[in-house]
């Protein structure tokens, strides 16, 4: 079984302001863990995967996460945020085909 | 990359008539598809999963008789709503798996196709 937990349903942040969106997930065999971007009526954009390997994973857009096998954890973060970046983050865990989605963080950036 | 095409992006239909939507792997064979629902302001929800040349196999509480699926060949994948109803009208996505790689790292994602039922 595998699920995920967003913490934070709304973030919002000014323009250049740092960006974290926080996940944690729970998996019964070693997790591959992404994030997605979705914006109004569109479909999912992949931002980073993390599969094996290097445990900070860079993704477009400037976004990067860090997996923690420790903390279970696979938050994503920005240094500077943007006003392009305001839309809904999914982070997921994916196994056997199948992705398993938290519930989404609305991020609003300021201007 | 995978492409993963979805059509209609978008279909509005009358209650109590049937949809279709396609889900395609443009450049890889997929044996098995994945049929997601999302409806306003929430997350993806699996609803099915769908096997070439298998019934495909649905998650509780999903009506198998009014969402249909079919996945004839290893690149096309349909879903066909029976007898919608306004209820029924969500953003619906589905993705797609290579065939035979192993233990598959990935899914892929179409664009999604936006219901609404009148």
Redesign the interface.
């Known amino acids: 079984a595998q699920s995920v937990t967003q913490l934070g349903s709304h973030v919002s942040v000014s323009e250049g302001a740092l960006v974290l969106l926080r996940c944690n997930y729970s998996s019964s065999v070693p997790p591959y863990l992404f994030w997605y971007v979705q914006y109004p009526n569109q479909g999912l954009q992949l931002l980073l995967k993390y599969t094996t390997g290097a445990t900070l994973v860079k993704g477009i857009n400037g976004f990067e996460a860090e997996f923690k096998k420790s903390e279970t954890s696979f938050h994503l973060t920005k240094p500077s945020a943007h006003m392009s970046d305001a839309a809904e983050y999914f982070c997921a865990v994916h196994n056997a085909g199948k992705s398993t989605f938290g519930d989404g963080t609305t991020l609003t950036v300021k201007p | 990359g995978a492409v993963v095409s979805?059509h209609p992006s978008r279909v509005i239909c009358k209650s109590g008539t049937s949809v279709k939507i396609e889900c395609r792997s443009l450049d890889f064979q997929a044996t098995?598809m994945?049929w997601?629902r999302q409806f306003p302001k929430?997350?993806?929800?699996?609803m099915a999963?769908s096997n070439e040349g298998s019934k495909a196999t649905y998650e509780q509480g999903v009506e198998k008789d009014k969402f249909l699926i079919n996945h004839a060949s290893l690149t096309l994948s349909t879903l066909t709503v029976t007898s919608a109803h306004p209820e029924d009208s969500s953003f619906y996505?589905c993705?797609a798996?290579k065939a035979r790689d192993g233990?598959?790292?990935?899914?892929f994602?179409?664009?999604?196709t936006?219901l609404t039922v009148v």
Do not use: K, V
Not at chain 2, 103 to 107: G, K, P, S, V, Y
Not at chain 2, 109 to 112: A, L, M, R, S, V
């Open positions: 979805q098995t994945f997601y929430q997350s993806l929800m699996l999963t996505i993705s798996t233990r598959d790292t990935e899914a994602f179409g664009q999604g936006r």
